[in-house]
């Protein structure tokens, strides 16, 4: 809110952070552990209306070897060095754990996510295709049990999101897919 406000006073249309591809990994592990879908696992978007993060695909390590290059002072939150919060913990103790693996786990999460990313675009894009061809106040569920999952979830998502303004859990998804593969079900939109 507050970066919000200081852009209407400025005349600024941009937020930019400063989250980089240690972030999205941290958090794309916090996600999957939470039993996250597609879009969890697609980690921190890029652009995201008028926030954008043009640091987003480079490792911290290299943003401060830059730093102390050029002699650039930079301040590290004391907090971020105890493991007490789930980030922390994700930081210090599972990141250095899968560094075991891979030597480096932060550019391959971010290779994953591009990718996933544009997955999940092509899914979103034949799900908008359905609903604006094929939703009217009646869905044919003949249609929607035609439709390959991904889409039939996206479609059922988006649409519980355009009549509710709420972002459906998994477990409703899965239900209404439960629903969709009974021969009786039938459902008018509001």
Request: proline letters at 9%; zero cysteines; aromatic letters at 8%.
């Given at each position: 809110d507050f970066f919000e406000e200081v852009c209407s006073l400025t005349n600024s249309n941009k937020i930019a952070t400063a989250h980089n591809a240690n972030d999205n990994a941290e958090t794309v592990l916090m996600n999957i552990f939470r039993g996250s879908g597609l879009s969890g696992v697609c980690g921190i978007k890029p652009v995201r209306k008028n926030i954008i993060r043009?640091?987003?695909?480079?490792?911290?390590?290299?943003?401060?070897?830059?730093?102390?290059?050029?002699?650039?002072?930079?301040?590290?939150d004391s907090t971020n060095l105890s493991s007490d919060y789930t980030r922390n913990y994700v930081r210090n103790e599972i990141l250095p754990l899968i560094s075991r693996l891979s030597d480096d786990p932060e550019s391959a999460i971010t290779r994953l996510t591009i990718g996933l990313r544009a997955d999940l675009d092509y899914i979103n894009v034949q799900a908008e295709f359905f609903i604006n061809n094929e939703c009217s106040d009646k869905i044919s569920t003949s249609k929607l049990r035609g439709l390959h999952p991904s889409v039939r979830s996206r479609v059922l998502s988006m649409l519980i999101q355009r009549y509710t303004d709420k972002i459906p859990e998994e477990k409703h998804i899965s239900a209404l897919h439960e629903l969709l593969l009974r021969d009786n079900f039938t459902y008018s939109l509001p």
């Open positions: 043009p640091l987003i695909s480079i490792s911290k390590a290299e943003i401060l070897s830059l730093l102390d290059g050029f002699d650039i002072p930079y301040v590290t």
